[in-house]
């Protein structure tokens, strides 16, 4: 199996951009795996500021659904930085999945990362601090990105969370 880093944190923790700075401090070839849609012109604008702020030479994968398929295409020499989890979830809930079928993506996505060599870092939010959403969909997904979030956390080498800016290794 492969080196896998997890990466948490709020919104404007600053994951995304640690993220990137392991990912150059490595040395290797970066393939950056965007799940991001863009729906509007707001998030297309996003996207194009991460596009700006990451090196060009890095290779770019945008996959919103199959990540697992995704993930085990990749050379074995390389690292995947895979930007984000709760992207990723969120665009598996808008397809209208149902709760056993967001399950089985999960167990796909984690059994497919023991079958990889590449290094990964996954970059994911951190959903159980905050208050229990209103609504039924921001439960689910709150829920599901825990459960996620926590199988990662399991057999990842590294757990960073991030708190304004500054990275916290917790394993």
Known sequence: ?????????????????????????????????????AYDDEMRQRINLHKQSR???WGLIEENLDLAGAIT???DSKILLV????????N???????????KKEIDIL??????????????SNEVG???VPESY????????????????ALIADEVIVMHVGIPLKIK
């Not at 969909?137 to 990662?152: E, P, S």
Request: glycine share 10%; net charge positive.
């Open 1 to 37: 199996m492969s080196k896998i880093t997890l990466i948490v944190g709020g919104v404007r923790s600053g994951k995304s951009n640690h993220a990137v700075e392991l990912a150059k401090e490595s040395m290797k070839d970066v393939v950056f795996l965007a799940t991001c849609q």
């Open 73 to 75: 295409k990749q050379d």
């Open 83 to 90: 930007d984000c989890l709760g992207l990723w979830m969120s």
């Open 55 to 57: 090196p060009s030479g």
């Open 137 to 152: 969909l921001g439960r689910v997904f709150r829920d599901y990105l825990g459960l996620l979030n926590q199988k990662i």
């Open 129 to 131: 601090m905050g208050i």
């Open 92 to 102: 598996l809930l808008m397809q209208q999945y149902d709760e056993g079928r967001i």
């Open 110 to 123: 984690i059994d497919s990362l023991k079958l990889i060599k590449c290094e990964i870092i996954f970059v």
